[in-house]
T-cell receptor
Framework: DAMVIQNPRYQVTQFGKPVTLSCSQT?????MYWYQQKSSQAPKLLFH???????NEADTPDNFQSRRPNTSFCFLDIRSPGLGDAAMYLC??????????????FGPGTRLLVL | AQTVTQSQPEMSVQEAETVTLSCTYD???????LFWYKQPPSRQMILVIR??????QNATENRFSVNFQKAAKSFSLKISDSQLGDTAMYFC?????????FGTGTSLTVIP
């Protein structure tokens, strides 16, 4: 089945220690998103890629970076995690074409714990 | 400013009954897409239903239907014959161009 995969599902890191979360997709979608979701809150968009075109949200901290080496993979790098960065990180994909254009398909998320 | 408002933080419904979740949005755009997403406890966010703004006909997906009122900028979700598996957080979302907005969510509990 075509899907959005996130690894790892749970990540524990230490305060200030860089961490990378990964996302891959088999949907061949040209848009990939990263969201941060804290408990019982709406997902907050951090940034998205339209093909290789990177779009950063204005209020995304510089501590968060992203890479998209090819269509299938996208990475979220947190350079110096703080306690406030503990959250669920959601990856999503969408296509700008087709009957279901702009519909976002979400991965299961990576829960990040910062010690 | 473009926003999405879900005015009901929590709702409950008896199993087999019908419930309506409200969502209003604000935009000056004419072309956009509206979605309802469901996020069960500790589980993945999944699409419930989508609506394209240029389509006047309300979308339906089995027990789920929407009441899309473009002039009023309203996009409510009706769940018929509620089931225990419908217990989840429901998010209304609005997308236009490169802009994405989620509402704050409605936590729905289906009571046996």
């Amino acid at each position: 089945d075509a899907m959005v995969i996130q690894n790892p599902r749970y990540q524990v890191t230490q305060f200030g220690k860089p961490v990378t979360l990964s996302c891959s997709q088999t949907l061949n979608h040209n848009v990939m998103y990263w969201y941060q979701q804290k408990s019982s809150q709406a997902p907050k968009l951090l940034f998205h890629y339209y093909d290789k075109d990177f779009n950063n949200e204005a209020d995304t901290p510089d501590n968060f970076q992203s890479r998209r080496p090819n269509t299938s993979f996208c990475f979220l790098d947190i350079r110096s995690p703080g306690l406030g960065d503990a959250a669920m990180y959601l990856c999503a994909t969408s296509s700008r074409q087709g009957a279901y254009r702009e519909t976002q398909y979400f991965g299961p998320g990576t829960r990040l714990l910062v010690l | 400013a473009q926003t999405v408002t879900q005015s009901q933080p929590e709702m409950s419904v008896q199993e087999a009954e019908t419930v309506t979740l409200s969502c209003t949005y604000d935009t000056s755009e004419n072309n956009y897409y509206l979605f309802w997403y469901k996020q069960p406890p500790s589980r993945q966010m999944i699409l419930v239903i989508r609506q394209e703004a240029y389509k006047q006909q309300n979308a339906t997906e089995n027990r789920f239907s929407v009441n899309f009122q473009k002039a009023a900028k309203s996009f409510s979700l009706k769940i018929s014959d509620s089931q225990l598996g419908d217990t989840a957080m429901y998010f209304c979302a609005f997308i236009t161009g490169n802009q994405f907005y989620f509402g704050t969510g409605t936590s729905l509990t289906v009571i046996p």
